[in-house]
Nanobody, 125 residues
Framework: QVQLVESGGGLVQAGGSLRLSCAASGRTFSINSGAMAWFRRAAGKEREFVGTITRSRTTSYGDSVKGRFTISRDNAKNTVYLQMNSLKPEDTAVYYC?????????????????WGQGTQVTVSS
């Protein structure tokens, strides 16, 4: 009953910026929102934690993106954002939005209950 739809991906040059959006609908509107997160999967690699924002709006980021990426949420719009600055070729991946309807901070993908379809981000050198 919870749907997540990512958008905002594309092709950018190294050093550039993108802002991804994750729009939530369905059951999310009738219950308290929990943790929202972004993960990414590069070709030939496992899904990697990018960042999360908890119910209390605490944020946490993976080591590879700290200082460059910022996650935020607009509760009125039921939308989560990922601002990506100083992009590097190694940031190239499919980026996924995920939701866990519980309090806490979670960085493991298997702990999340709902997932979007992903949006492609490609960074050229």
């Amino acid at each position: 009953q919870v749907q997540l739809v990512e958008s905002g991906g594309g092709l950018v040059q190294a050093g550039g910026s993108l802002r991804l959006s994750c729009a939530a609908s369905g059951r999310t509107f009738s219950i308290n929102s929990g943790a929202m997160a972004w993960f990414r999967r590069a070709a030939g690699k496992e899904r990697e934690f990018v960042g999360t924002i908890t119910r209390s709006r605490t944020t946490s980021y993976g080591d590879s993106v700290k200082g460059r990426f910022t996650i935020s949420r607009d509760n009125a719009k039921n939308t989560v954002y990922l601002q990506m600055n100083s992009l590097k070729p190694e940031d190239t991946a499919v980026y996924y939005c995920a939701a866990k309807l519980a309090a806490g901070l979670f960085v493991r993908p298997d702990l999340y209950n709902y997932w979007g379809q992903g949006t492609q981000v490609t960074v050229s050198s």
